[in-house]
């Protein structure tokens, strides 16, 4: 009860993982992704763009400047 650890969205399932404890991680882009189970890793790694939240330089507000 009331130890902050860093926890991680899973961004396939949207669970939380430890991060000092995930067996399953990926790197894309810099940044690190994590998984509950090698099946979502699995599925992050087919198609990476697709799960990893988008860069864009809208990120931070809502404006539809840089959306098609
Ligand atoms: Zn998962």
Do not use: L, R, W
């Amino acid at each position: 009860m009331g130890v902050k650890t860093s926890m991680a969205k899973d961004p396939i399932c949207g669970m939380e993982v430890d991060e000092a404890t995930a067996k399953y991680k990926t790197e894309h882009k810099g940044k690190t992704y994590y998984f509950c189970n090698e099946s979502c890793k699995t599925t992050f790694d087919k198609n990476p763009a697709k799960f990893a939240p988008a860069q864009s330089c809208c990120s931070g507000h809502s404006d539809d400047c840089c959306t098609t």
